[in-house]
Structures are given as C-alpha cells and as structure tokens.
C-alpha cells in the first residue's frame, strides 16, 4: 500500500462559532490549525476562507493571506482550496478565483446534488469550464464525488481531455442527499474508478471514523477535519482539528500503515512540485 495520505478540511463554508466555539474561520486561524495539524502528520489542507464577519468568501486576498502564513511558519503542507460556491450563494464567476493563484489541488464537485433544502448546483458547462481553468493553472482537480453518477460525469471529462490522470478522487460519503456513508458503497465507489487511482474518502459527522479506519485497510486515503464533523466523540465536541488528525494518525500506526509526507503525496498524486 502506498503511505496513507491525511488531508484535514479545517472550516468548510457552514461551520459557525455557535455550532463549536474551536471552529478556525479567519485566515490567522485557519493558518494556524493548518500548521498544528501538519505537525500531527497531516499532508494536505482543504482550505475555506471567511470574511471579517466570519461569512463563506471567495476573496482571493483572503486565501492568499492564509497560504503566506502557512508558508512562513516553514510549513510545506499540500494545499487544496475549495471552489464551492456554497448551494449557489457565491457567484459561479468567483468560483474560478481560488484557481488563479495556483494552488497544487482544488475541489471538484463533479455534478450536481440535492442537499436538504438546496442544491449543489455544478452544471455541465461550469464544470469544463472549472476544468480548463485549473489546466490553465496547473492546477489538480481533486476530483469530490458525492454520489456514483459524478464518477461517471468525471470519466467522461477525462475522456475528454479536461482531466488529466492520475485522477484523484475524493468520495464524500453521508451528505443528505448524496450517497451513504457506508463500506458496501465505498466498495462499490472505487471499484468504478480507472484501476491505480489514488482515491480518498471522508464521511459526515458520525461516518468521519468509520470512514477514515475504512480507508486506512483498504489502502485509500482520507479526510477528516471539523468541515465535515465537530465531534470527537459522541456528546463530545473536538478541541481542534489536529486532535482529529492525532487519531487518525494513531489508527493508522497501529494498523502498520505509514503516513505519506507531503513530499511522497506530491509524487503518488502526481502534482507539480513545490515553487516549481
Ligand atoms: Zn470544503
């Protein structure tokens, strides 16, 4: 198996001080858990950024400022910057924003989903667009599928040329509205994707653990991080982020899997390299 790669989705564009007063939202903090997961053996960080009052934004400043100050505590996590317009509420033209500064990877919500009362809307015409886009920058897609049908949408853009391989997918499993959190479809899930992809998979709430352990012995890898639960355990809210990360680092060391660095994720996901 390769090293297993750790990515933390530290703030997501819902989370809310109210919801856990240890939510990251300003740049500073959201630097600030990056550096502090990468220290617990993190690899990649799936960054969101807030404005000053704290609402979802696609302001390039915004993301600029918290990658200067991951960089500048020597930090060389892999950084992946969201373009969800969350449900719709962001303009579709800023979406592209986060694709012009280059990061290694950024999201891909490969189709279209209800979730709850809205919908994630990512329509044809968007996403080759989004796709050229990150061609263009050099950017990888990490490719996010909430449900089979956007592993096929993802196929047909690859065939295409709009997606170059290796693929890389992220399977967002347990959304309401998308498909569920459960082995027998995570299974079914990677087994529609080109054989060697690297893929990796994070669940909502309750599913975060079972997921992660899942991916740990199947030889896949995974997220956590607070976007996609607050829990440390039932009833119990996370401290932080790096205390989730902790523990998927400690289930992984005693089920014997290794934990990719930055560097070696760079080559199984084959991004271009650092200041390149
Ligand atoms: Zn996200």
């Not at 449900?87 to 990061?103: A, M, T, W, Y």
């Not at 399977?171 to 998308?178: A, K, N, R, S, T």
């Amino acid at each position: 198996m390769d090293p297993l790669i750790i990515s933390v989705a530290t703030t997501g564009n819902w989370l809310t001080r109210e919801q856990t007063p240890y939510a990251p939202l300003s740049p500073r903090e959201v630097a600030t858990a990056a550096v502090d997961c990468w220290c617990e053996g993190v690899t990649i960080v799936h960054i969101h950024v807030r404005d000053s009052q704290g609402a979802a934004s696609l302001n390039k400043d915004l993301f600029r400022e918290t990658v200067e100050l991951i960089r500048a505590a020597g930090c060389d996590i892999i950084i992946n910057f969201t373009t969800s317009g969350r449900l719709g509420q962001l303009p579709d033209e800023d979406r592209f924003n986060p694709v012009e500064l280059k990061p290694e990877l950024a999201s891909f919500d490969a189709g279209s989903i209800n979730i709850r009362n809205g919908v994630f809307i990512n329509s044809a015409t968007f996403l080759e667009n989004l796709a050229q886009k990150m061609l263009e920058n050099g950017v990888k897609p990490e490719i996010e599928c909430f449900d089979t049908a956007m592993i096929a949408n993802a196929l047909d853009l690859a065939a295409r040329g709009f997606i170059k391989p290796p693929l890389f997918f992220q399977f967002v499993l347990g959304v309401p509205g998308g498909a569920q959190a459960t082995a027998k479809q995570l299974l079914h899930m990677v087994e529609l994707i080109p054989p060697g992809s690297p893929w990796s998979v994070c669940g909502i709430g309750p599913y975060q653990l079972p997921l992660n352990t899942l991916a740990i012995v199947m030889g896949g890898h995974t997220r956590t991080g607070m976007e996609d639960n607050i829990y440390y355990r039932k009833g119990e809210l996370a401290k932080s982020n790096a205390q989730l990360v902790a523990r998927v680092v400690r289930i992984a060391r005693e089920c014997e899997r290794e934990i990719a660095s930055p560097g070696e994720a760079r080559k199984i996901l084959g991004l271009r390299c650092l200041n390149e």
